[in-house]
Every structure is written in C-alpha cells, then in structure tokens.
C-alpha cells in the first residue's frame, strides 16, 4: 500500500534553511516523487521531480534555492535563504501503475 | 507557455451530473497523460484519477472515492481532456485541477475550478 508521509507543519525565520521531509512507506523507498508548492489561495505549482538516488530536475523558473535529496524511504526538500513567499504548503506526489498518491502536506510559516 | 485551464464548476445538488473541461495549449498534448486533482475545502490535495496517453490504451484509472461515478476522457484533436461527474454528492465539493502528468510524475498545473454539491 503506497502511502507518503509528511509532518503538518514546519518553521523557520526569514533568511535560514529548512528541510521538509516526505516518507515512503514500507517496500517503496526506490520510488521517484515530486514536490508540489501551493501558496496561499493560489492553485499548485510543481517544483521538481526528485529520484531515489537524489537526482532531480527542476520546473521552469523555480529558485537555485530549492533543492532536493533522498536518503532511503525518505525524500527531503530543502529551501535556503527563506523568503516570505515561501510560506505555502508543501505536497509531495509519487506513482505507481494505475495510481498516483499524495501526501497530506506541510504547512511552511516563514518567521 | 505551458497552459492548461479548467472549466464547468458549478452549484449542484446532489445526485445530479456535471462535466469539467480542461483546455490545453503550449505542449504536445498527445505525449502526456492527464490528470485530475481535487481539494476540498482547507483540506489537502487528493487523486481523482488520471487518462493514460493514447499510444498507452488511453485507458483512465480512478480513485476509489469516485470509481463508477466519474469518468474521464481526451480529444487529441483538439487538446482537451474531460471530467463526467455523476451522482454527485456533497463530499464531492472541492477546487477540481488538472494536471499534465509525465510516467506518473504531475510537472504542470491548471488554476482549478470550484465544485459546489448541495441542496
């Protein structure tokens, strides 16, 4: 059973880095997923594809600021110099046949 | 520019049928599948189901929360993909996306288009 687990919430202050993690559930931790941002009232947008190997490709026009890695099960997307734009939710997305999954998404407050 | 716009949300009550158009233009349409997304009201996003490209079968697959209710199809021809919503019901009521899918990864996004079941 394919599932992805994301924590509710995160924060960090204007400026610094922060880590979101997305977590494969048992059996899947060679599977690729994308990161979704969704700012507020806003529809999603794809940030980047990201593999098990931590190889990823980024959308058109996303900062050098986002970047993303894989260790394991585990799928991480780091953003550095934090802006006040980057308060949004985070979603990752992954697939299998037939079926894509969502996490429940983290909730980034800029401080 | 990559686009894609929904269309067709509405008021509805429920039991009744609605149909959502997704409209694209900037990219090969017949070289992805397709995608719809929905998120209901302060909630997060959920898989709807998606339409496989038509050299893949152009065979659609769904979610369970909506399997034998909707249905989804494409028109290479004019680069539209569409929603057939039936039996709606109130926990229906959401933004509905589509979304350009590529071997399973969503790269671009629609604006959504809101869905609202009641009586």
């Known amino acids: 059973h394919l599932v992805l687990t994301q924590s509710p919430s995160a924060s960090a202050p204007l400026g610094a880095s922060v880590k979101l993690t997305c977590t494969l559930s048992?059996?899947?931790?060679?599977?690729?997923i994308a990161w979704h941002q969704q700012q507020p009232e806003m529809g999603p947008r794809f940030l980047m594809k990201?593999?098990?190997?931590?190889?990823?490709y980024k959308g058109d026009g996303i900062p050098d600021r986002f970047s993303g890695s894989s260790s394991g099960a585990e799928r991480y997307l780091t953003i550095s110099s934090l802006q006040s734009e980057d308060e949004a939710d985070y979603y990752c997305?992954?697939?299998?046949?037939?079926?894509?999954?969502f996490g429940g998404g983290t909730k980034l407050t800029v401080l | 520019e990559v686009q894609l716009v929904e269309s067709g949300g509405d008021l509805v009550q429920p039991g009744r049928s609605l149909r959502l158009s997704c409209t694209t233009s900037?990219?090969?349409?017949?070289?992805?599948?397709i995608s719809w997304v929905r998120q209901a009201p302060g909630k997060g996003l959920e898989w709807v189901g998606f339409?496989?490209?038509?050299?893949?079968?152009?065979?659609?697959e769904y979610a369970a929360s909506v399997k034998d209710r909707f249905t989804i199809s494409r028109d290479d021809s004019q680069n539209i993909a569409h929603l057939q919503m039936s039996s709606l019901k109130t926990e229906d009521t959401a933004v509905y996306y589509c979304?350009?899918?590529?071997?399973?990864?969503?790269?671009?996004w629609g604006q959504g288009t809101l869905v609202t079941v009641s009586s």
């Open positions: 990201l593999d098990s190997d931590g190889s990823h």
């Open positions: 339409i496989r490209r038509i050299v893949h079968g152009g065979t659609a």
């Open positions: 979304a350009r899918s590529n071997s399973g990864c969503i790269d671009q």
């Open positions: 900037g990219f090969t349409f017949g070289d992805y599948a």
């Open positions: 048992s059996g899947h931790s060679r599977y690729g």
């Open positions: 997305q992954t697939w299998d046949t037939g079926i894509q999954v």
